[in-house]
């Protein structure tokens, strides 16, 4: 008894801190130029920038709670040696890492996520960053996409949890994705995830192919530099480092580009 009462009131305070968080955001991107941040007075703009600031980090540390949770003895680095040498044949790597749950935050933060993007991590492997997409921006869909069954597996284990703690919003989908991230479809992103460190080049211009039937607008965030991004009608928008599980203090490269036609 006292475990479903300790449960429900679980449930009910992340479902109540993720309508707030994520109607925050949402009525914060549909009025860009809103009636505070347009504001003619200074004061109001910085008690708004200090209500935000707060908001994200509460909101982020809620969501590094769930996520704790729901991948609590999950490891995408120990995988046969048969789905290794798989991997490998089809252009990506054997050595498994993730980006930090604070880069993705700064990353999407800086694209001014909308409940109209729709969001593919290409080679998810766990499901983390399509998890934590979910849960702290107002994305319509989100997909990963993972050839290794046992990282999928992982992933949609994880996604069990999301569904029976009840965070799973029927206006907005989840879901994973077994199979190669060359041959799977995803003409209705908006915003491209790859961690791609470890990706061939042949794999990188598989993939530039397929950038370049993405939709006018759509944004790509790669770890690796896209090949000839002009032939694909790709603009390199921004570049940055950004904090992964394998790297420096200074960070590894991150690369942004933008679907110009
Ligand atoms: C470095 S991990 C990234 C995991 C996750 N996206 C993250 O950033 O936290 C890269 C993943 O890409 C997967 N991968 C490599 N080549 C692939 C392919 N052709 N199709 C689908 N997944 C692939 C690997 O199995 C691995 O799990």
Request: hydrophobic share 35%.
């Amino acid at each position: 008894m006292y475990i479903s009462i300790k449960s429900l009131s679980q449930s009910l305070f992340f479902c109540a801190l993720f309508s707030i968080v994520i109607g925050y955001q949402e009525s914060h991107a549909r009025t860009k130029g809103c009636a505070s941040c347009s504001a003619e007075k200074t004061s109001r703009k910085s008690k708004h920038s200090r209500y935000r600031k707060q908001a994200l980090k509460f909101q982020s540390s809620a969501v590094a709670a769930v996520m704790d949770d729901l991948y609590r003895g999950a490891n995408g680095s120990i995988i046969s040696p048969a789905e290794s040498d798989f991997i490998k044949a089809k252009g990506g790597n054997s050595t498994y890492g993730e980006i930090t749950p604070s880069a993705l935050t700064a990353l999407l933060q800086q694209l001014s996520i909308t409940k109209k993007d729709v969001l593919y991590d290409l080679g998810s492997g766990t499901g983390k960053v399509v998890m934590q997409s979910y849960l702290e921006f107002p994305f319509k869909k989100v997909v990963g996409i993972e050839l290794s069954a046992q990282r999928y597996k992982e992933a949609q284990r994880a996604l069990a949890g999301l569904k029976s703690r009840g965070f799973v919003d029927k206006k907005r989908s989840i879901s994973f994705i077994q199979g190669d991230i060359v041959e799977t479809p995803y003409t209705d992103a908006t915003v491209v995830y790859l961690c791609s460190t470890c990706f061939s080049d042949d794999l990188m211009t598989k993939l530039a192919e397929k950038f370049s039937r993405l939709k006018k607008g759509a944004r790509i965030v790669t770890l690796k530099q896209i090949p000839h991004p002009n032939k694909y009608r790709l603009q390199l928008i921004h570049e940055c480092r950004q904090a992964m599980s394998w790297s420096t203090p200074e960070g590894s490269p991150v690369y942004i580009y933008k679907k110009t036609k």
